[in-house]
T-cell receptor, first 109, second 115 residues
Framework: GQSLEQPSEVTAVEGAIVQINCTYQ??????LSWYQQHDGGAPTFLSY????GLEETGRFSSFLSRSDSYGYLLLQELQMKDSASYFC??????????FGTGTRLQVFP | DADVTQTPRNRITKTGKRIMLECSQT?????MYWYRQDPGLGLRLIYY???????NKGEISDGYSVSRQAQAKFSLSLESAIPNQTALYFC??????????????FGPGTRLLVL
């Protein structure tokens, strides 16, 4: 079967850097995505990695190592508004997507 | 205007009642999905549809049914609601690029309480 693991909660202070890890087990893997969800809101797309390496989008970066079945989301220069839940999602078998259980990030002043 | 809309946004119903949640999208995407979200369990796929004639079960389809009335509309029904179907329900659409990149666009969610 397919499975993803990510930490349930991470805390950090404003201005810091935080890394949220995601490990997965799946057949037919084709890509790793990250989504952000604020309390009471809908998930919104952040980033996508299909190939090994780092993808950067502003303060957010996402990394993938296909050989290690591992990826992470890196958030820099943390702001209070970054407090949210972050979900990794794995695409597999060309047309399927499975979400992790989410990591709740709390940013403190 | 929102690209993916869901109605109703909140609903309280009683055990045994039939209820329908509706989703509409203006993004022109063929792919549509229904998820439920429970605390600590993330997003779990109920049903998905890749076009009007294509309906597929997700990981937790028991107790649910769907209808794809048009490219823009995808409805989720609970034929006989039970309390453990109390959850937050999300509809989503997606575009699948030739690169394999797929971005899902979520509606605002429907909060359902089954008494």
């Amino acid at each position: 079967g397919q499975s993803l693991e990510q930490p349930s909660e991470v805390t950090a202070v404003e201005g810091a850097i935080v890394q949220i890890n995601c490990t997965y087990q799946t057949s037919g893997f084709y890509g790793l995505s990250w989504y952000q969800q604020h309390d009471g809101g809908a998930p919104t797309f952040l980033s996508y990695n299909a190939l090994d390496g780092l993808e950067e989008t502003g303060r957010f970066s996402s990394f993938l190592s296909r050989s290690d079945s591992y990826g992470y989301l890196l958030l820099q220069e943390l702001q209070m508004k970054d407090s949210a839940s972050y979900f990794c999602a794995v695409g597999y078998n060309t047309d399927k997507l499975i979400f992790g259980t989410g990591t709740r990030l709390q940013v403190f002043p | 205007d929102a690209d993916v809309t869901q109605t109703p946004r909140n609903r309280i119903t009683k055990t045994g009642k039939r209820i329908m949640l509706e989703c509409s999208q203006t993004k022109g995407h063929d792919r549509m999905y229904w998820y439920r979200q429970d605390p600590g369990l993330g997003l779990r796929l109920i049903y998905y549809s890749f076009d009007v004639k294509d309906i597929n079960k997700g990981e937790i389809s028991d107790g649910y049914s769907v209808s794809r009335q048009a490219q823009a509309k995808f409805s989720l029904s609970l034929e006989s609601a039970i309390p453990n179907q109390t959850a937050l329900y999300f509809c989503a659409t997606s575009d699948l690029m030739t690169s394999g990149k797929e971005t899902q666009y979520f509606g605002p969610g429907t909060r359902l309480l089954v008494l």
